[in-house]
């Protein structure tokens, strides 16, 4: 509207944890759904259920990846051969290069990426997705799958493999899945689908054949992202190993995975360096303060942002520094609400608190002592001591006088509530 003389009446443009440089899948988990579709389409399945709403949904899901708006915003695409196919986003980036934020208005960002520059909480080629194990049917389940149900699976499934199921005998079969993050700086496999099918033939003879087996590596241009500060995709995924048995199976699994990765990186949401300077490990991994912005090549081309502090459940039972991307929390949505109010003097930051909070000072005391918290700027502390008929306190800002009332002896505990105004802390 800018570029053609309207007057878009805006004075407040708010970026929440947009993909100015794009989103982040990891390219493990997209090799798995490359995978997935082409067993899919290797199946009866697809014919059997034609036109109706569950293979459209199924369908739907598993090729999102090819839709034009994922081609745009991910930072890393992979096609079925396993080759990264960047050219969407390329041409998407540089449109928006060229575009330019508006110049009537007054920019701000959120960022759901951690302040600290905290990842999430693990590292490069870690474990993503394990899933490895054995299942067998049961002598009955052998003698009821020889009338018809292997052969039957076999057609669903288009794997002739289980036509052997005519025979008497148990049957087995293998599962080895993995899924990694990206490694940094080697090239090594990320992702690993296998299916192997034996038939103990007469419960005597073994006869395997493999239903599926692919592999495929890492690609060393790109950056080992996942586990970067950024917004939190959580999978709610909690796989843990389990075995059964009964009359009729037994399978043994061991199953492992960590639920969150990061989806959109800080980088991108704060646009770091406005897409004109080629940004490294070392800026996706930084820490982004709002009261202390970054300096050129790696600005940002907001006026004021805010990042995330404040510690986030995830579904495995873990915490992340990092919120769940759009994630509205009390930090965030004061900063926002002042900037609403025309308060354009707000600055987040918590940067002292970014190591431990540790009260420093020595201990024991004998007579007095001088205790200290973490500076921060704007900040009010009040300090408290379990017992005060065992000691006395002169207060100073972050510091703080314990002085040993007269001849008394004992354990006490010293703490400090810290607060602050919204203009500096939240």
């Known amino acids: 509207m800018e570029n053609r003389s309207l007057n878009h009446q805006t004075r407040l443009y708010i970026s929440w944890d947009a993909p100015h440089q794009g989103a982040n899948v990891p390219v493990a988990y997209q090799h798995a759904n490359r995978h997935a579709y082409n067993l899919y389409l290797q199946s009866a399945i ?60 007054r920019n701000v960002a959120v960022s759901n990426g951690s302040e600290c520059g905290i990842g999430q909480g693990f590292q490069p080629g870690a474990t993503l997705f394990y899933f490895n194990g054995k299942a067998n049917t049961r002598i009955l389940t052998d003698m009821i ?11 669903l499934t288009g794997q ?16 080895d899945f993995q899924c990694n993050a990206q490694p940094e700086g080697v090239t090594q496999q990320i992702y690993k689908g296998k299916i192997t099918y034996r038939k103990v033939i007469l419960w005597l003879v073994n006869v395997s054949t493999t239903i599926t087996d692919r592999t495929r590596n890492s690609d060393l241009s790109v950056l080992p992202i996942d586990g970067t500060p950024g917004g939190m995709y959580d999978t709610e995924l909690n796989l843990q190993s389990s075995s059964f048995q009964n009359w009729a199976i037994k399978y043994n699994i061991s199953a492992s995975s960590i639920p969150q990765f990061n989806f959109m990186p800080t980088v991108s949401s704060l646009d770091i360096g406005g897409g004109n300077t080629t940004l490294t490990i070392n800026e996706y991994r930084a820490s982004y303060v709002g009261a202390n912005p970054p300096g050129s090549p790696f600005n940002t081309p907001f006026a004021n942002f805010t990042t995330a502090f404040n510690q986030v459940a995830v579904s495995n039972g873990s915490v992340n520094n990092n919120e769940n991307h759009i994630q509205i929390a009390a930090r965030n949505g004061n900063f926002v609400a002042e900037e609403l109010n025309g308060n354009i003097n707000v600055r987040t930051n918590c940067a002292a608190f970014c190591t431990n909070g540790v009260i420093s000072g020595n201990n024991p005391v004998c007579t007095s002592q001088t205790y200290a918290a973490p500076f921060a700027t704007g900040a009010t502390y009040n300090w408290f001591v379990s017992d005060p008929s065992l000691a006395t306190l002169t207060q100073n800002g972050n510091s703080v006088l314990v002085s040993r009332n007269g001849k008394a002896a004992g354990q006490v505990t010293l703490s400090v509530s810290i607060s602050g105004p919204a203009a500096r802390l939240f």
């Open 160 to 175: 002739p493999a289980f036509y052997l199921d005519i025979l008497p005998g148990r049957n087995e079969f293998f599962f």
């Open 46 to 105: 697809p014919y059997l259920l034609g036109g109706t709403s569950t293979f459209r949904i199924v369908r739907n899901a598993l090729t999102l990846i090819d839709q034009p708006a994922p081609r745009q915003m991910l930072m890393n695409r992979v096609l079925d051969n396993g080759q990264l196919d960047n050219s969407w986003h390329t041409t998407w980036q540089q449109e928006l290069r060229n575009l330019g934020y508006p110049q009537l208005s």
């Open 145 to 155: 799958g020889s009338l018809g149900g292997m052969f039957m699976l076999g057609n």
